[in-house]
């Protein structure tokens, strides 16, 4: 089953604007990270919150984390057209005291920052 | 470093054949991912590696695949026989490994075109 998914599915916006995108996941988590793909590339880590923060800023990229939603959101300030692209979120799922090592990525917002 | 290295970049070949995907993982990092990416399903985790050894391959889909990493720099997937459904981006990552699942860095991906 899916551990993450992300709204929207899709985000169109004019440069300058901000973009959010938000994730939810089922299980209890170790960490939650944020993946970037552009069209016909493989995926570029973006960003990594651990389960006991609540906020993380990289340059203009700033993420949130609410584990009793188990929710997560991503917030791209002052967008450029370079920002397009789709993002991932992806979850390191913990059960009981151990991690499964594994990471499980949801189905992604492609974002669209029109010029 | 060169990053995670895929081969092939593309591939099509006809139904009944068999396919093999490799990958060299970056030097140092101890797990190693596959994942196959589609429109309609996303990102699949199919197996991963810990130190050489296979940890979960809950994923494959069936017995046709099998996924090997003989040492610390190298690894294959191997579809036999391939079926038109196996068409899609095959990717592999890897990361440092330890208690949590950290950073992936993946490959360009193997695009699979199966006639």
């Known amino acids: 089953s899916q551990q993450g998914e992300e709204d929207p599915q899709a985000l169109s916006i004019q440069e300058g604007e901000n973009a959010t995108m938000n994730c939810s996941y089922k299980t209890s988590i170790n960490n939650l990270q944020w993946y970037r793909q552009n069209s016909g590339r493989g995926l570029v880590h973006l960003i990594l919150?651990?389960?006991?923060?609540r906020e993380k800023h990289s340059g203009r990229l700033r993420v949130t984390l609410d584990t009793s939603k188990k929710s997560s959101s991503l917030l791209i300030t002052a967008s450029r057209a370079a920002d397009t692209a789709s993002y991932f979120c992806?979850?390191?799922?913990?059960?009981?005291?151990?991690?499964?090592?594994?990471?499980?990525f949801g189905q992604g917002t492609t974002l669209q920052v029109k010029p | 470093d060169a990053g995670v290295i895929q081969s092939p970049r593309h591939e099509v070949t006809e139904m009944g054949q068999e396919v093999t995907l490799r990958c060299k993982p970056i030097?140092?990092?101890?797990?190693l991912f596959w994942y196959r990416q589609t429109m309609m399903r996303g990102l699949e985790l199919l197996i991963y590696f810990n130190n050489n050894v296979p940890i979960d391959d809950s994923g494959m889909p069936e017995d046709r695949f099998s996924a090997k990493m003989p040492n610390a720099s190298f690894s294959t997937l191997k579809i036999q026989p391939s079926e038109p459904r196996d068409s899609a981006v095959y990717f592999c990552a890897s990361s440092l490994g330890g208690l949590n699942t950290g950073e992936l860095f993946f490959g360009e991906g193997s695009r699979l075109t199966v006639l």
């Open positions: 919150i651990r389960s006991n923060e």
């Open positions: 992806a979850t390191d799922a913990r059960y009981g005291s151990g991690n499964t090592g594994k990471l499980i």
């Open positions: 030097s140092g990092h101890n797990s």
